[in-house]
C-alpha cells in the first residue's frame, strides 16, 4: 500500500447472520476475520450473542485478545435468545438505534453472508454514507461468491441510472479477510457535491430543503 494514504481504523463493526449458513467455508471465513482483526489490533463492534456467524468472529476476536462490544436490543436478551454476548453488552430498545450506535462507535464496517438483517444494515449504512451522514468505509466479504448476485445487481441499477458511478464507490467488496481491511484503509470517501451539502442534526436528522433530484 506504499504511496496510499492508510485510513485509521480502530474499530470494525461486522453484519452478519445469526445463523452459520450451508457452507462449512462461511465459519471458517467468520473465524478468519476475527483472527485478522485481532492481529491488526483492531476491536469488534457487532450484534450481540453467539449464534452463527455472530458468534464465530466475536469468539475469535475475543481469543485475541481485542475488545468486543455487542449492541443488542433488549427483546433480544429475553429467555436469553441469542445466547450470551462475548465481551460488553449495551442494550438499546429499538433495532433502528442500535444501527445508529453501531455507526456512531465504529470506524467502518464489513459484512459476511447472512439474511435479511444483515442485507438492511449493509445498505442502511451505504445510504448513509450517500447522504453525507457518515464518511466511513463499508465492504463485503465475498466468500465462495455469496455475494455476487447482489453485486451484479448494484451494477445492472447504476447501469440503469438508478445508483451513481460515485455512489457505486462507496460499497467495496474483497473475498479475503486481508484483502478487504487494506482496501477499507485505503478509501478514500467521495460525497457528491449536491448532497454534500445536506446538514443534518444530530437530534432530528432534519436536512435542509434543497432544489435538486436525487437518486436513491
Known amino acids: 500500500m506504499e504511496g496510499v494514504l492508510v485510513r485509521k481504523i480502530k474499530k470494525i463493526c461486522v453484519f452478519c ?29 457487532y450484534g450481540g450473542g453467539k449464534l452463527g456467524l455472530m458468534g464465530c ?37 429499538t433495532m433502528q438505534e442500535r444501527l445508529v450506535m453501531m455507526m456512531e462507535l465504529s470506524d467502518a464496517f464489513i459484512a459476511l453472508p447472512g ?39 448494484v451494477d445492472h441499477a447504476v447501469k440503469q441510472e438508478f445508483i451513481t458511478p460515485r455512489a457505486r464507490k462507496i460499497l467495496i467488496s474483497a473475498t479475503t479477510a486481508d484483502e478487504l481491511v487494506d482496501k477499507l484503509q485505503a478509501f478514500r470517501f467521495e460525497p457528491d457535491p449536491a448532497l454534500s451539502k445536506l ?18
Not at 447472520?17 to 473465524?31: H, L, M, P, T
Not at 435479511?116 to 463485503?140: C, D, R, Y
Not at 446538514?199 to 436513491?216: A, V
Open 57 to 93: 468472529v466475536s469468539t475469535a476476536v475475543a481469543q485475541h485478545e481485542r475488545q468486543v462490544l455487542g449492541i443488542i436490543p433488549s427483546a433480544f436478551t429475553i429467555n436469553n435468545l441469542v445466547g450470551e454476548t462475548c465481551g460488553k453488552e449495551i442494550k438499546v430498545a
Open 199 to 216: 446538514k443534518w442534526s444530530p437530534s432530528s436528522s432534519q436536512k435542509e430543503k434543497l432544489d435538486l433530484t436525487l437518486r436513491l
Open 17 to 45: 447472520g445469526a445463523n452459520s449458513g450451508k457452507d462449512v467455508a462461511f465459519v471458517n471465513a467468520a473465524f478468519h476475520l476475527g483472527e485478522v482483526l485481532g492481529k491488526r489490533k483492531i476491536d469488534l463492534v
Open 115 to 153: 439474511g435479511f438483517g444483515t442485507l438492511e444494515e449493509l445498505f442502511q449504512m451505504i445510504s448513509w454514507a450517500q447522504l453525507n451522514i457518515h464518511n466511513k468505509p463499508i465492504g463485503v466479504l465475498n466468500i465462495n461468491g455469496f455475494f455476487n448476485g447482489l453485486l451484479s445487481f
